[in-house]
């Protein structure tokens, strides 16, 4: 069986684990991956924080295009990986209007092309978020534990606020 990477940035020996289960056509992915993103972001510096993204592959029609995106993306460069995600995030509602759009982006702009090892990962976090039954993104655990807060509501600064105080909780 094939060694499933995921998208890690941090290291291995860092006391905070934060998984994150999000899709990148997902507006409320967006809201807390940028909270994410600036909380995080200084704690993975410092060796506190190993951060670790796992694109969930929904069918729902509206996430298709996050996962038409997914597949080009090479795990294997997390720095450049992410700097592609935000991007991505950033011009979501460009490459949202169809497929042809987000796979034109990913392959002219980036130069990328489909990664062969994406299916075996998609098919790994589906069937974790099954075991674990993870039904909606974006859903969090630090330490395992699950990060509570209200994608549908919460807005980026309120999201950073209650996972700046679960981190501290953790720390």
């Not at 934060?18 to 940028?34: D, T």
Request: charged share 25%; net charge negative.
């Amino acid at each position: 069986m094939t060694e499933i990477n995921y998208l890690t940035i941090g290291s291995e020996s860092a006391p905070i684990k934060v998984e994150s289960f999000i899709n990148f056509a997902c507006p409320y992915c967006k809201n807390y991956f940028f909270a994410a993103d600036t909380v995080l972001k200084p704690l993975i510096d410092q060796g506190k924080v190993q951060h670790t993204i796992k694109h969930f592959d929904k069918t729902k029609q509206g996430l298709l295009k996050g996962t038409v995106a997914n597949i080009y993306l090479n795990y294997e460069q997390p720095e450049k990986t992410l700097d592609i995600i935000r991007e991505l995030y950033n011009t979501q509602a460009q490459w949202k209007v169809n497929f042809a759009t987000i796979e034109t982006k990913m392959e002219e702009e980036y130069n990328l092309v489909p990664c062969k090892v994406a299916d075996d990962r998609s098919l790994a976090i589906n069937e974790e978020a099954f075991e674990r039954g993870i039904k909606g993104i974006p859903t969090v655990f630090i330490n395992g534990n699950l990060f509570e807060f209200n994608p549908l509501e919460d807005k980026q600064e309120t999201i950073e606020t209650k996972l700046t105080e679960q981190l501290n909780n953790s720390m």
